[in-house]
């Protein structure tokens, strides 16, 4: 079994390739970079446990930008009891799919409201907007069905008559793992976090569940305290990294160059690869920085396929690959530029 897999709803949503991982409680970075190579994925979303030896230097060897997303503490009950005491002020609704409006509703408010997205607009290249980021989100969420998976539950949050929030999360063997909740801005402060909390252990108990673990970002303060309120204990923490590979996206005909090196010279590829991208890019930008790695001696005719430009939080990016008469990737090079302002 591989590290990464292919999120087709993701990939469908946003226009370009994405990879995911489950947990990493370790990985092969050689490994992680062939399905990579091979996969031809844009963005790969892994989660790294964070105590993973030089983490950091593993990353960096890969030599493709990266950005760290978020800071995941998972905290865990041992489930021997029901809440007897428990009394609910939220009503909730197990999903069926029929109001799926309601919850992707509930779901574009809540994560606009709680996340930065990692790319902006541009009039250059592939980008993954804000807007179909929440949509994936809210897709992700409506995957969510117990009468199309008995293990995936769903929950829509009513006050009253009104729905102010959801929250979700899948059985694995013996344990409930809480996968995504929140509650619309307007009825936020008001402790609801426990009252969740509660209904999920109790739910728990009545499924002969053994135990609840829930993930929660660790910036959340207000979440993490009130976690620890209702007695789940941290016994983890992943960081979540955003590998912006672009590997796809190079497939476009018309940034596809041949190229003739003598032997293995890199310098005069390399000024080669500078002189098409900033074809490519315009005048409007100017290169601020440069990565790349070999992974294999070049000879002959080799062929340059350069990506279309990609906005993230950090500037343009674009990303040229070396291919081989094999048409086997022996070469990437990621080259960043910002505006002239």
């Known amino acids: 079994m591989g590290i990464l897999y292919h999120s087709e709803l993701e990939s469908r949503i946003l226009g370009i390739k994405v990879a995911r991982s489950g947990r990493l409680d370790n990985f092969d970075e050689n490994a992680l970079l062939t399905e990579i190579i091979e996969g031809e994925y844009d963005v790969c979303k892994i989660k790294l446990l964070s105590t993973i030896t030089d983490l950091f230097v593993r990353l960096d060897s890969l030599n493709m930008p990266y950005v760290i997303n978020s800071l995941i503490v998972r905290s865990e009950v041992e489930i021997t009891k029901s809440d007897s005491q428990a009394n609910f002020e939220l009503q909730f609704e197990l999903f069926d799919g029929v109001k799926a409006d309601v919850l992707k509703n509930l779901v574009k408010e809540i994560v606009a409201n709680n996340t930065a997205t ?22 992700y969420a409506l995957g969510f069905n117990h009468l199309e998976d008995a293990g995936k539950k769903n ?35 008001e402790n609801y976090s426990c009252e969740i909390m509660r209904f999920l252990k109790n739910m728990c108990f009545e499924e002969g569940l053994k135990y ?6 660790f910036q959340n303060v207000s979440s993490l305290k009130n976690i620890l309120a209702e007695s789940l204990n941290p016994i983890q923490s992943y960081i979540h990294v955003n590998i912006n590979s672009l590997f796809s996206t190079s497939q476009s005909p018309k940034n596809k160059i041949e190229i003739s090196v003598k032997g293995n010279d890199r310098q005069f590829l390399m000024e080669n690869v500078f002189k098409h991208i900033s074809d490519l890019i315009g005048n409007s930008y100017t290169m ?22 990609f906005q993230d939080n950090s500037g343009l990016l674009t990303c040229s690959r070396v291919m081989n008469s094999q048409n086997e990737c022996c070469m990437y090079i990621y080259c960043r530029f910002d505006s002239i302002r």
Do not use: C
Not at 158 to 178: H, P, R, W
Not at 212 to 217: G, L, Q, S, Y
Not at 288 to 309: C, E, M, R, W, Y
């Open 212 to 217: 609840f673990t829930n993930d929660v970002v």
């Open 155 to 189: 929950w829509l949050i009513k006050m009253n008559s009104e729905y102010i929030g959801f929250v979700l999360g899948e059985i694995n063997d013996d344990t409930f793992e809480g996968k995504l909740y929140g509650i619309i801005p307007a009825y936020r402060g």
């Open 288 to 309: 601020t920085s440069v990565q790349s790695k070999l992974i294999a001696d070049f000879d002959g005719d080799v062929s340059l396929i350069i990506s279309a430009p």
């Open 118 to 139: 990692n790319y902006t607009n541009t009039d250059l290249g592939k980008i993954i907007s804000y807007e179909s980021e929440l949509e994936a989100s809210a897709e």
